[in-house]
C-alpha cells in the first residue's frame, strides 16, 4: 500500500479549490442551515405563546414545526454529504461507491487522499453514465464511466485535477470517461 502523501503533494490550484469549497459550505450553513433553525425558534416561541390560549393552535403549530425540523435535518444531511461522506473514512472505497451505485472489484484500503480523489471524481461524474466502475489492479486503482453524456467542463475539470494531484490521470473521449491512479 502507497505511503500517504504530504500536503504538499497537493498543487495551489487544488488548494483553491478546497477554500473555494469551504466558502460554499459557509454560505449553505449561513443561507440554509441557520435560516432554518432561527425559522425554528420563532416557530417554538409561537407556539409557546399560544399552548395557553389556543391549544388546538398551539398543536397545529407544532405539527408544523416538525415538518420543518425535518426538512432542515434533510438540508444538514445533504450538505454533510457534500462535505464529506463517513463512510468513506470508517469503511473504505467499496462501501462508499456502493451508494453512488458504482460497481467496485478487488479494492483495499488505500491513502485518505488517493480514496478521497477517486470518490469525489466518481461523485462528480456518475450521473453522466450508464455505468461506472471502479477496480484495482495492484499497480493502479482504475476508475471507467461507461455511456457518458459529458462535455468539458468544471466538474469533469475538477475531477481531472484532483487526480492528477495524487499522481492519477483522466481521459474523456467520445462515451467513456477513464482514469488511472498509480498506487507504487
Known sequence: MLASRGAD???LRVFSDFDRERRRIE???HDGVQQDLAATVVALELARELFDSDP???RNQLEELGAQVEGALDRVRALAETVY???LFARGLTDALRSLDVETVGLERYPLEIEEAVYFSCQALRSRAVRARVWGDGA???LELLGVTAVEDDELS???ERL???GGQLDLSADRVS????LR
Not at 482514469?179 to 498509480?182: E, G, T, W, Y
Open 9 to 11: 503533494a497537493y498543487p
Open 27 to 29: 454560505e449553505a450553513l
Open 56 to 58: 388546538a393552535a398551539a
Open 85 to 87: 461522506p463517513s463512510i
Open 140 to 142: 493502479a486503482l482504475r
Open 158 to 160: 475538477h475531477a481531472r
Open 164 to 166: 492528477a494531484a495524487v
Open 179 to 182: 482514469a488511472s491512479v498509480p
